[in-house]
């Protein structure tokens, strides 16, 4: 029978019984940023730049600007000392870059395919670990990093068709921009959603299945179509999920941490300031790390279901009394 009940008790199992899982979901929840929660705040807020890939893909494209070039000639005149020190930094930060991509795409692969080895598994595993895990994944790390740029490039080309006529409307203070904005939402958000759930299921089948780059969005596409109802009602629930998590995780840091960092700041002790920040990151770090176990783990038991059979969605069995 087909349930999301039993698909996000599976998931809370995976995340609760192989904690080591946790690794690669703080990782790859840096890739998560581009999901379905995401997608309509940004739209929501005219803004993209809030992912670990939009954010350097708007760090690089900056690069090609003419005021870009023409400050650093300036400095490089005035301040030779300051452009090295810049140019250094940056190499500094590229590398960084390279290394937190390559670990957050195998870890991605990893988290994927471990959940899919413990889902049709009839017994717990007990030769999981994050090494094998990474060293494994690593033959899908160009397919998968595609996959994602893809759906990146997809979504940001989305939004500057979005912006275009938005500006203009703006720029002459047309009365009815707010009206453009919205049919413009309405139109484009569908369009996004279905790039998000088809490199969702892309990114699964490369894995699971070992599709190569076109097979993977041509199965991706396929299974989007037959079970577009089924997508969207699970993405609902995700949805619901996280941002009850979030929420609860944001209460939960302002009671305790933020209270433990106003009193170490009125005692005027660095120590309590320290230690209640760090206490904020681990904290938000382990709920990133669960929420991206969980929610891998619940898409690829759903990707497992209907690669066999197509899925019922809770309305359709609702309207036909099933």
């Known amino acids: 029978m087909f349930s999301y009940r039993f698909f996000l008790k599976q998931a809370w199992d995976i995340t609760k019984h192989y904690k080591h899982l946790w690794f690669f979901g703080l990782f790859a929840s840096l890739l998560y940023a581009s999901g379905e929660y995401q997608i309509i ?31 650093l000639f300036e400095l490089a005149s005035q301040n030779p000392t300051l452009l090295w020190t810049f140019i250094s930094l940056f190499i500094l930060a590229v590398a960084l870059f390279i290394i937190f991509l390559y670990i957050s795409i195998t870890s991605q692969a990893a988290l994927v395919n471990q959940s899919a080895k413990i889902i049709e598994s009839k017994k717990k595993l007990t030769n999981l670990n994050i090494s094998d895990g990474l060293k494994n994944s690593r033959k899908w790390f160009w397919t998968v990093l595609w996959l994602n740029l893809g759906t990146k490039l997809a979504i940001t080309i989305c939004f500057l068709i979005l912006s275009i006529p938005l500006y203009f409307t703006i720029i002459n203070q047309a009365w009815f921009s707010g009206i453009v904005y919205a049919l413009l939402f309405i139109v484009f958000l569908p369009i996004v959603l279905f790039i998000s759930f088809t490199m969702k299921y892309a990114i699964a ?118």
């Open 41 to 71: 705040s940004s739209f929501l807020s005219q803004n993209d730049s809030g992912t670990f890939l939009g954010t350097w893909m708007i760090i690089i494209g900056s690069l090609f600007t003419a005021s870009f070039w023409t400050g």
């Open 205 to 322: 089948s490369s894995i699971i299945e070992g599709k190569k780059f076109l097979e993977a969005v041509n199965r991706g596409t396929q299974m989007f179509i037959n079970n577009w109802l089924v997508s969207f009602e699970m993405a609902f629930i995700l949805f619901l999920i996280n941002f009850i998590v979030g929420l609860f995780s944001l209460l939960f840091v302002t009671l305790f941490f933020v209270s433990l960092y106003v009193i170490g700041m009125l005692v005027t002790s660095v120590s309590l300031v320290v230690f209640s920040l760090l206490l904020t990151i681990a904290t938000m770090a382990l709920v990133a790390a669960l929420l991206g176990v969980f929610q891998t783990a619940a898409w690829t038991g759903l990707f497992l279901k209907i690669k066999k059979e197509k899925g019922r969605s809770k309305l359709e069995r609702f309207f036909l009394g099933k």
